[in-house]
């Protein structure tokens, strides 16, 4: 036997993804080498398959949305009607210095601020109507708008809702330019272009705008924006620029795109932002076809038009991605199923923040049972709930069109989506109701639940059985710990909270259902209301507060009249025992818990992020007689009874 080839490492463990992702599933079980004393392995019986061409097809959806023929620039400012509208990130500084600097250079033109004429807010997908868009696009024809400058751009959600407004404006023929950040220019670039602006303009702020002084705004406003904003308004749109704007293509899904060996597929798809960056499976046509038996969707059948970059993703594009992560054919229902979330509102409202929320989910029903979706210890670790994350991440790039240091902007990155399943055996055990029976399915229903996180959240290990004690453990978390931004965004953000059995088993003698357990948090999980006013002023996602003109004391009245602040008995984990006011930090519906994970360890974890949106699983009609044929017990083996 010969010794391998570390430079060649990286075929066989490719070749081995191709191995566990073919279609013959009891074949990739059986599969598990074990190395010998000297941990050597015969290279030979992966020559043939290294040197192997493959004929591969794009996964990416086609995009729907045409390129607009942009309006000609404007000849001068002298005499016109300007709207400078947004206010994020320390706007209350830069734009009445615009103003000033527009009426210092052209005297007979007029400005018009954001509290006179409001603003679009984030451009709405094709077919949909928002009001803010229609009443921004109302006045700025009622008010003879000649031109718009929006900003400022310094957050991945602010600048989408910011560059909102000058594609309103370009789709009334009115020129544009949106103000931002350096590491947000490409994100107002792909989110005009996405809405069908082809040759969009920006103005770029030398660095962090809330980092700055007030006179280094001021200064960086004169010196380096005002000459910007000036050239983005006058100069004509070239050729070149409108050349920029993504491919459009609407070739023939299943067309072969590129044929070539692992490595250079391999190359090619990270080339082409087709990659996360780790090996792909080919996806050629038969392994894609592969797929298609595990669905009654014909391949052309529309999954939904997915934002950000509004791609029509079809049956076929889910299927390639499938291939691609490494999944097994059988899996083809739970794709289709998270693809579908992806559309919904809820998942999709945070994905490119600069907080970093990550996308993953978890499965309900017979069918996670059947297909192994794990729900025990290291659950998201293996095999098959990875290869599940992984089509997450995928799915991201190929069929939503979020890309890194683009449209999604999560400032130190984002963790590699997971998987899992919620134990429903432990919650028949101790009295609650699984997850999708709470959303009115029915035990023997199969769903999928998108969601995203923050962060993979604390480890919470309590040292009782007492389970008051744990729900206070648990509000402690959720109030003081684990709080989007430190508290100082929204004042509710949705979470999901994962117990094991033993903790659930605790927990149930003090309360019977989950729904009673969200109760109590809900009435115990409560902040000082100073805590939160410090953070929200200080830490404020948009502009900087002055404290000469509006100090913290004044922001805590606030923050009490406004968030249902109230006199109550400080929290059992505050070193107080003095009454204090309060701000609740969670409402009804917006804590998913799930009974998961290693149910010989008593273990509890929060994890804030985004929304929530539960789809059913469609099998098909001849599931059983496909599975059996991989080696599966019948779907019903796996069905539970009250």
């Known amino acids: 036997m010969k010794n391998v080839n570390m430079k060649r490492l990286p075929q066989i463990i490719t070749t081995c993804l191709l191995i566990c992702g073919s279609r013959n599933t009891a074949l990739a079980q059986a599969f598990q080498p074990e190395c010998n004393d000297q941990c050597r392995i015969e290279i030979g019986i992966f020559s043939d398959a290294t040197e192997q061409r493959y004929a591969v097809v794009s996964p990416v959806g086609r995009t729907t949305v045409p390129m607009l023929e942009q309006a000609p620039r404007l000849n001068t400012l002298e005499g016109k009607t300007i709207a400078v509208v947004g206010g994020s990130f320390m706007a209350s500084v830069t734009h009445p210095e615009i103003k000033r600097l527009i009426l210092k250079g052209y005297p007979t033109a007029k400005v018009i601020l954001l509290n006179e004429i409001g603003s679009a807010g984030v451009y709405p997908a094709p077919g949909i109507t928002r009001q803010a868009k229609e009443e921004f696009q109302r006045k700025l024809r009622e ?73 280094e705004l ?64 080919p996806p050629t046509a038969d392994r894609v076809e592969a797929f298609l038996e595990y669905t009654d969707m014909p391949w052309d059948t529309s999954v939904g038009v997915l934002p950000i970059a509004h791609r029509d993703v079809l049956v076929w594009h889910v299927a390639v991605n499938g291939v691609m992560s490494g999944c097994p054919p059988e899996f083809m229902p739970l794709l289709i199923a998270f693809t579908r979330a992806m559309g919904a509102p809820d998942f999709r409202r945070s994905l490119g923040s600069t907080h970093g929320w990550t996308p993953y989910c978890w499965i309900n029903g017979p069918v996670a049972r059947q297909l192994g979706i794990d729900c025990g210890q290291g659950e998201i670790s293996e095999p098959r709930n990875a290869a599940l994350g992984r089509f997450i991440n995928l799915a991201m790039m190929n069929l939503a069109g979020y890309y890194i240091k683009q449209d999604r902007m999560g400032t130190f990155g984002y963790p590699m989506p997971w998987c899992m399943a919620e134990d429903e055996t432990a919650c028949l055990r101790i009295g609650w109701a699984p997850y999708h ?143 204090l006011y309060t701000v609740p930090v969670m409402k009804p519906d917006m804590t998913p818990i799930l009974i998961t994970g290693d149910p010989n360890r008593n273990k509890a974890q929060t994890m804030p992020g985004g929304g929530y949106a539960t ?19 019948p779907l019903a083996d796996f069905f539970l009874s009250d």
């Open 615 to 633: 789809i059913e699983i469609e099998l098909p009609a001849n599931w059983d007689a496909l599975t059996t044929a991989l080696g599966y017990k």
């Open 437 to 579: 029976v709470q959303k009115g399915y029915r035990l023997n229903d199969n769903t999928l639940t998108a969601a995203s996180a923050l962060t993979w959240g604390n480890n919470l290990a309590p040292a009782t059985a007492d389970g008051e004690k744990i729900m206070e453990l648990l509000a402690w978390d959720i109030a003081a710990r684990g709080q989007f931004a430190l508290g100082s965004g929204k004042p509710f953000t949705y979470r999901t909270i994962l117990v094991t059995e033993y903790v659930a088993r605790d927990l149930a003698r003090e309360y019977a259902t989950k729904e009673a357990l969200e109760k109590a948090l809900i009435a115990t999980a409560r902040r000082p209301a100073q805590e939160r006013a410090y953070a929200n002023y200080w830490a404020n996602p948009g502009s900087a507060f002055d404290p000469n003109k509006y100090t913290v004391e004044q922001h805590l009245k606030k923050i009490i009249r406004t968030e249902n602040g109230r006199l109550t008995d400080a929290p059992a984990w505050y070193p107080t025992k003095e009454r």
């Open 143 to 215: 008010m003879g708008v000649d031109a718009v400058i929006s900003g400022n751009g310094g957050c991945g959600l602010c600048t989408p809702k910011e560059t909102g407004s000058s594609i309103a404006a370009e789709y009334l023929g009115i020129p544009a330019v949106t103000i931002a950040a350096p590491g947000f220019v490409t994100q107002v670039y792909s989110t005009s272009v996405n809405n069908g602006i082809p040759a969009p303009r920006v103005a770029v702020y030398p660095g962090a705008f809330a980092a700055h002084t007030r006179e």
């Open 218 to 281: 001021l200064e960086n406003t004169r010196s380096v924006l005002w000459p910007q904003i000036v050239n983005a308004l006058i100069r004509p749109i070239s050729e070149e620029e409108i050349a920029q704007a993504a491919d459009r293509s609407t070739k023939d899904s299943r067309e072969v795109v590129f044929t070539g060996t692992l490595d250079e597929i391999n190359r090619y798809f990270t080339d082409q932002r087709w990659s996360d960056g780790l090996p792909v499976v």
